[in-house]
């Protein structure tokens, strides 16, 4: 089950990828303006790359542990069962 899930997700990244609007980092009016703001421009674009990107790696992290500690069996027996 698992392994489709992961299959599937892949699959769905991979043809993500290839749409129009995931290459749209390379247009030339972008490049040029932020090319023509200066250091400072630069240096304030990355950082709020950067900003940006925590976010999303720490929601990321939090739902693959999510899922990893959901689908390893508990070592610790549970309150449930009883042995009589």
Known sequence: MLRRVFS???????????GPQAWAQGCVLCYT????????VQAAL?????VLLI???LLLI?????VWRS???STTPSRLTRNS
């Open 71 to 73: 689908a390893t069996p």
């Open 46 to 50: 990355r950082s709020g790359i950067l």
């Open 8 to 18: 599937l997700a892949c699959m769905v990244a991979v043809l993500l990828g290839f």
């Open 62 to 66: 939090g739902m693959v542990a999510l």
């Open 33 to 40: 303006s932020a090319a023509a703001g200066g250091p400072a």
């Open 55 to 57: 976010p999303v790696l």
